[in-house]
């Protein structure tokens, strides 16, 4: 699933889909212009013949900001929301976390893929 995103409604399908899976912080990897995060349907990441293993991937990225106070690396993701003003995503989780990405532009490109294992 591809979003293409300039505003908020354009991250609807891509928000209903990723709603209630689990992100990784521990796995995510900043390179370049490009944030790719972890993502599963169960906390604990251990591969399972049900659970869905993906990676959402961000781009064009400017910057990274997260702070991981609870520390327990998996958390379950309740929406992305794109500040367009300030280029910025804000991941809402329901365990309190900061995570947000800079973005170099709009619109900003949001792919989420199936993951081998």
Known sequence: MRALASTQADLAELNDALHDRWINVDELIHEGDVVRIPITTTPD?????????????IEPVESL??????QIGSYDLNFIELIA???????????????????????????LADRES
């Open 45 to 57: 990441f251990r591969p399972r013949d049900s659970a869905f293993r993906g990676e959402l991937r």
């Open 65 to 70: 900001v997260l702070t991981d106070r609870e």
């Open 85 to 111: 003003a300030e280029r910025n995503l804000r991941f809402h989780c329901n365990i309190p976390i900061q995570l947000e990405i800079g973005l170099r532009q709009l619109p900003v490109t949001l792919l």
